[in-house]
């Protein structure tokens, strides 16, 4: 079975700089997606970056970025220019690439945002 | 295109009690899972269901049971309620596609309290 771990229970950073949020995972497959989800206190589940395992580029959305090394198993989320509305649960999730299968979620890190 | 919507928001039942959740998925979306996610943990995946059939199921007891509706709409019940069943439950809707990344669009969750 698949297992993700995030080390960090909490993290903080000051509003304007970088914060990068640890992932690893275990899996014997070679065909896998990787998501970052954030939940803010509002409790919704969003969508924060993809990476499909079989592409080497690292996923890059705006702010958001990762850094994704395949043989180590890790999946990291840097935030740049971090502002006030990053602060929130940030879950790292793994899914197989066979169809039907279902995420399976870190414990999370609770990251806040110093103004 | 509406999103993921859940109902109730929050719950109190007690323990033995039976309790019914509903969701209703994002416009044009085909399967919907559930998850149960404790205090201070990851979401935990329940069932998924597909077409108005059980696609798959996490670890948890037969008293956790679903129902699609030919809306894809989707309810989740659970019998005999405990004290641990206390937790954030999720719904996320996708459109399942082969060899897609099928992501999921969580709802806003409903917080139920055994007491």
């Known amino acids: 079975a698949q297992t993700v771990t995030q080390s960090q229970p909490e993290m903080s950073v000051q509003e304007a700089e970088t914060v990068t949020l640890s992932c690893t995972y275990d899996t014997s497959e070679s065909d896998y997606y990787l998501f970052w989800y954030k939940q803010p206190p509002s409790r919704q589940m969003i969508l924060v970056i993809r990476q499909e395992a079989y592409k080497q580029q690292n996923a890059t959305e705006n702010r958001f970025s990762v850094n994704f090394q395949k043989a180590a198993k890790s999946f990291s989320l840097k935030i740049s220019d971090s502002q006030l509305g990053d602060a929130a649960m940030y879950f790292c999730?793994?899914?197989?690439?066979?169809?039907?299968?279902?995420?399976?979620f870190g414990p999370g890190t609770r990251l806040s945002v110093l103004p | 295109e509406t999103g993921v919507t859940q109902s109730p928001t929050h719950l109190i039942k007690t323990r033995g009690q039976q309790v019914t959740l509903r969701c209703s998925s994002q416009?044009?979306?085909?399967?919907v899972s559930w998850y149960q996610q404790a205090l201070g943990q990851g979401p935990q995946f329940i069932f998924q269901y597909y077409r108005e059939e059980e696609n798959g199921r996490g670890n948890f007891p037969p008293r956790f049971s679903g129902l699609q509706f030919p809306n894809y709409s989707s309810e989740l019940n659970v019998n005999a309620l405990e004290l641990d069943d206390s937790a954030l439950y999720l719904c996320?809707?996708?459109?399942?596609?082969?060899?897609?990344?099928?992501?999921?669009?969580f709802g806003p969750g409903t917080r139920l309290t055994v007491t």
């Open positions: 416009s044009g979306h085909n399967t």
């Open positions: 999730a793994y899914r197989s690439a066979a169809y039907g299968q279902n995420f399976v």
């Open positions: 996320a809707s996708s459109l399942a596609v082969a060899g897609g990344p099928d992501e999921q669009y």
